[in-house]
């Protein structure tokens, strides 16, 4: 009895100012320890692995256990409140226990048979926690200083800057309104949820990033010291020191590719900017428009849903809104439904379906379940988020298609050059009329741009009324056959492989921009591309992608309602 606190998947090493400091960090799963006062017999030890794997209780006096329950002083069972961070005892003693840095839990545990695949039908094949030495949830860094948000601050986009000789740093945050006090009728959705999912990513240092860019990846200091400093934490696009994938990111700890200045290594040519940086592009677009804006953000949305949003007329996204909550998803369309109007900045947004903790603020959890684009795939069994006990992978499998919402999803990829727009003839029907109010007849739309140097590019959208868009969408404009080799249709979209699939030989490598009614008066605009918001800016912004998003923004915050045909 030397006072040491018990540890599982770590060892003990020392107390630190009332913290406990671990070391031995195990990787691998742990099922169903147990914690008992004295050696057993072989025959007890056989005894104890059969009602372990039957999950029997250890107060279970009918059970193999029963001639030795007194001996045992803990028995934890992984499988109870898996949403939770509790490790629960079912010993008398119940010496519950708690976890940190979050392991990956709903692992399948030595028992499972493989004929229940959700872990809420069959907890007790769900015993297992998976730890990794790398795992990270909060990195728990004291505090320098504070900043209270003065009341008169607009809601926006600010960062803290930092200089230290001749170093130099800016850590983002963003002012929302204050509850129920909107300051606009447009609201600028931050896809903070993405930022998470992104974090500190090495897939570019992990592979042959070249073979899938079609051009060599440059790197810069940041990517450097994130690939040197693994201790800050993964993305949801890597792996485990032990080869299993990352399903579980945070926004507490230092996210260094989420800051002003970050060119992504594997962007498209021009500013190479993504994520964060890609939407600065329309924060600085709305603020040279004049336009007025609140800033509010994926948890904020997650947290409140319908009720954030009905404050609004507009809710404009950012370039890349791929991963989203169902409470996510629901408020948004909602707000479809009871008149309000959406504006999709992006490509490839409503794809892969998340969970947030119910205790834990700031984190997300993915399962990469069947089909999509995946650096890695949850293994057979796992496909079930942890934190919520619902279905993973991407909203197409789960019948709700992101062209249900927006009218447009995920087509295409590439991430050379992108491509102009150039309008349809359903650009002529008058119902479209206000989008290309000043823009001459036939004319490219976002032919120059930051992001590969046209509107059109690095991830791609498209229509399809298989999907859910709407029979009455009118695709306005589209990137079909503007587009190089290097972009390859998605993988969820072929039954087969096959060699024409490319940007040069298929019609499903194209950007599609779609507008559409819906009831209660609102509407619907897409531009399908994550490059579009890098074409607004060019010619001091007098140009034909910044005068139809300025149309659009100007009709969508116009009370008067639009009417479906």
């Known amino acids: 009895n030397n006072g040491a606190p018990l540890t599982i998947g770590a060892w003990f090493e020392r107390f630190e100012e009332n913290r406990v400091i671990t070391t031995g960090h195990y990787d691998g799963k742990i099922d169903a320890p147990r914690l008992l006062r004295r050696p057993l017999s072989e025959p007890e030890s056989e005894a104890l692995a059969a009602a372990a794997s039957h999950h029997l209780m250890a107060t279970n006096f009918a059970s193999p256990v029963a001639a030795f329950v007194a001996d045992i002083v803990a028995a934890w069972d992984f499988s109870r409140d898996i949403e939770s961070t509790r490790v629960r005892d079912v010993s008398a003693n119940r010496l519950d226990g708690e976890i940190h840095n979050l392991p990956t839990r709903a692992a399948k545990g030595h028992n499972w048979t493989g004929e229940e695949m959700n872990w809420r039908h069959a907890p007790d094949q769900y015993g297992a926690i998976h730890f990794h030495h790398d795992d990270l949830y909060d990195a728990e860094w004291e505090s320098d200083f504070d900043l209270k948000v003065p009341e008169n601050w607009r809601s926006g986009s600010s960062a803290a800057r930092l200089t230290c000789e001749e170093h130099e740093e800016h850590i983002p945050f963003f002012v929302v309104p204050s509850r129920g006090k909107p300051s606009a009728k447009l609201a600028f959705l931050v896809p903070t949820a993405s930022y998470m999912a992104y974090a500190n990513e090495h897939l570019l240092m992990s592979g042959d990033a070249a073979a899938g860019l079609g051009r060599l990846a440059v790197f810069t200091a940041r990517d450097m010291y994130v690939n040197e400093h693994r201790e800050i934490g993964y993305s949801l696009y890597d792996y485990h020191a032990d080869g299993s994938g990352v399903c579980y990111s945070s926004r507490l700890r230092p996210i260094i590719n989420m800051r002003p200045k970050y060119q992504f290594g594997g962007g498209m040519t021009g500013s190479s900017l993504h994520q964060y940086n890609a939407d600065t592009h329309i924060l600085d677009w709305l603020e040279v428009m004049g336009h007025d804006y609140d800033v509010i953000t994926d948890e904020d949305l997650h947290d409140e849903g319908m009720a954030l949003l009905s404050d609004y007329r507009v809710v404009m996204t950012g370039t890349h809104p791929e991963y989203y909550s169902t409470a996510m998803l629901d408020a948004l369309q909602a707000f479809k439904h009871q008149g309000g109007r959406l504006i999709y900045m992006g490509g490839n947004g409503f794809y892969w379906r998340i969970a947030f903790h119910r205790d834990l603020p700031g984190v997300i959890e993915v399962r990469r ?94 229509a399809d009324r298989r999907h859910g868009t709407p029979p009455h969408a009118l695709v306005l404009a ?19 492989t096959a060699a024409n699939i490319t940007g040069t030989s298929s019609p499903l490598v194209r950007a599609d921009m779609v507008f559409f009614e819906t009831p209660g008066g609102g509407a619907v605009f897409s531009t399908g591309s994550i490059a579009f918001a890098g074409s607004l800016s060019p010619n001091e912004y007098r140009n034909n992608a910044s005068r139809v998003i300025d149309n659009v923004v100007r009709r969508f915050l116009d009370e008067t309602a639009f009417v479906a045909p």
């Open 478 to 496: 589209t990137t079909m056959g503007g587009h190089t080799d290097t972009y390859l249709v998605v993988p969820e979209e072929l039954h087969i």
């Open 369 to 462: 379940a069947e089909g999509g684009i995946r650096t890695w795939i949850a293994e057979p069994g796992e496909y079930y988020h942890s934190f919520t006990g619902e279905y993973g992978g991407m909203w197409l499998r789960q019948g709700r298609p992101p062209q249900t919402l927006s009218g447009v999803g995920f087509s295409a990829q590439g991430f050379d050059i992108s491509a102009p727009y150039k309008p349809t003839s359903d650009s002529l029907d008058p119902r479209a009329a206000f989008v290309f109010d000043g823009v001459a007849e036939g004319g490219l739309i976002g032919d120059s741009g930051l992001v590969g140097g046209a509107a059109g590019g690095f991830e791609l959208d498209r």
